[in-house]
């Protein structure tokens, strides 16, 4: 469990490991491997804060797996973790099931 606490709309995600096997069953080195963009969301924030001081509901929650760009956010290491921190608007999908 994380100890960071996003605020506003930002959502905190913990990167998911860049696949070591190509989809032809080929391994591949360090060098090779693609930039993670999946994420489970350990953190989220209250909800963006409107001009007349409502808050909007965020659309994901803890537990949601995400995919997001691949240079999106701000990676943060906590207790030798990966951890990106991002904003709501910068997810592309929600992985189902």
């Given at each position: 469990?994380?100890?960071?606490?996003?605020?506003?709309?930002?959502?905190?995600?913990?990167?998911?490991?860049?696949?070591?096997v190509?989809?032809?069953?080929?391994?591949?080195?360090?060098?090779?491997?693609?930039?993670?963009?999946?994420?489970?969301?350990?953190?989220?924030?209250?909800?963006?804060?409107?001009?007349?001081?409502?808050?909007?509901a965020?659309?994901?929650?803890?537990?949601?797996?995400?995919?997001?760009?691949?240079?999106?956010?701000?990676?943060?290491?906590?207790?030798?973790?990966?951890?990106?921190?991002?904003?709501?608007?910068?997810v592309?999908?929600?992985?189902?099931?």
């Amino acid at each position: 469990m994380t100890n960071i606490r996003p605020l506003d709309d930002r959502i905190v995600v913990k990167v998911l490991d860049a696949e070591e096997v190509s989809a032809g069953g080929i391994l591949l080195p360090d060098s090779a491997k693609e930039k993670p963009q999946r994420g489970k969301v350990t953190a989220v924030g209250e909800g963006k804060l409107l001009d007349d001081g409502k808050r909007v509901a965020l659309e994901v929650k803890k537990g949601d797996t995400v995919i997001y760009g691949k240079y999106s956010g701000s990676d943060v290491k906590v207790d030798g973790q990966d951890f990106k921190i991002l904003r709501e608007s910068e997810v592309l999908a929600k992985v189902e099931g």
